[in-house]
């Protein structure tokens, strides 16, 4: 049976495809790119679409042109991007890519979804004709099927203990610190998380001696009054400080306020510092 493919049709379907793909992308990956930016980068992509029925323009579809083709898209919508984010960002998009690709042919495979799309094959591309209402729930499954995967990954890859590096001008301490959601502490004034760690193991930050609830003028407008309570004890307060930044693991950040514990927070010595996993989505890495 002979296909007609029509251009404009062919066109659309790829142009929303794209918008839905680049959509999820900036989703997952936090960026907010421009409604232009998003229909200048998906009619680039469904443009390209356009020839994969012409013998002649094979070219424009080997390994090489394809990934130049993507990453521009990407590049569009991420301008200001440095080389490293956007290899993130092209690894996200591939990934949105394939899971959409893939659940749309489970779905083929599995049930009688798209029973009348008709697989087409040209220049090694391969296509599908199918209806608006197929694709946008094909996209509503790979956006809840990634969203579910990521949660997944994010969380066991938060859990465990991390090496925390807290620096005060040229001063730096190395401590290893437990990844603990249940560490809601925050700092009343600027809602800043605490980061709670003990007094051994930041003393060489302050070579003077370590600062306490009664020393807070050393701080120098950098001293914190933390009030805390913790499930089977009394309400209290505990001396805290601003750090110039910390990173853990990569994930950079000056947003958060280091509590000093005069207790020793792991019987066991395996850690010296609690933190919530939720400071490294808003860490810089």
């Known amino acids: 049976m002979k296909i007609i493919v ?3 049709m062919l066109f659309l379907i790829n142009f929303i495809i794209n918008i ?5 992308t900036s989703i997952f990956a936090k960026t907010n790119p421009t409604l232009l930016r998003l229909i200048f980068a ?6 390209y679409a356009l020839f994969m029925f012409y013998p002649n323009l094979k070219l424009l579809y080997i390994f090489p042109a394809k990934i130049t083709i993507s990453a521009l898209m990407v590049i569009i ?3 200001k991007s440095h080389f490293w984010r956007l290899c993130k960002l092209c690894a996200v998009f591939y990934l949105v890519s394939f899971t959409f690709a893939g659940i749309l042919l489970s779905l083929i495979y599995f049930t009688n979804f798209a029973r009348d799309a008709s697989p087409i094959i040209s220049n090694g591309i391969f296509y599908f004709d199918i209806s608006l209402k197929n694709l946008i729930v094909t996209s509503v499954i ?4 990634i969203k579910i995967a990521s949660a997944i990954f994010s969380r066991n890859k938060m859990l465990g203990i991390r090496t925390l590096q807290i620096i005060i001008g040229e001063r ?7 990844s603990d959601t249940g560490n809601l502490l925050t700092d009343p004034l600027s809602n800043r998380p605490v980061i709670i760690a003990e007094k051994s193991g930041i003393e060489a930050l ?3 001696g370590v600062p306490d609830c009664e020393l807070h003028g ?7 009054i933390i009030p805390y309570s913790s499930l089977g004890n009394s309400s209290g307060i505990m001396a805290g400080f601003v750090p110039d930044k910390i990173i853990i693991d990569g994930y950079e950040t000056d947003n958060v306020i280091i509590g000093i514990s005069n207790n020793v927070l792991s019987a066991t010595n395996e850690y010296n510092a609690l933190f919530n996993p939720n400071i490294l989505n808003t860490g810089r890495s």
């Open 20 to 24: 839905i793909i680049l959509k999820i």
């Open 6 to 8: 029509y251009a404009d």
């Open 206 to 208: 302050f070579p003077d």
């Open 142 to 145: 790979s956006y809840l099927l």
């Open 172 to 178: 730096k301490c190395i401590l290893n610190a437990l």
């Open 77 to 79: 919508t991420n301008p």
């Open 42 to 47: 998906a009619s680039l992509g469904a443009i």
């Open 218 to 224: 050393s701080f120098k407008g950098n001293f914190r």
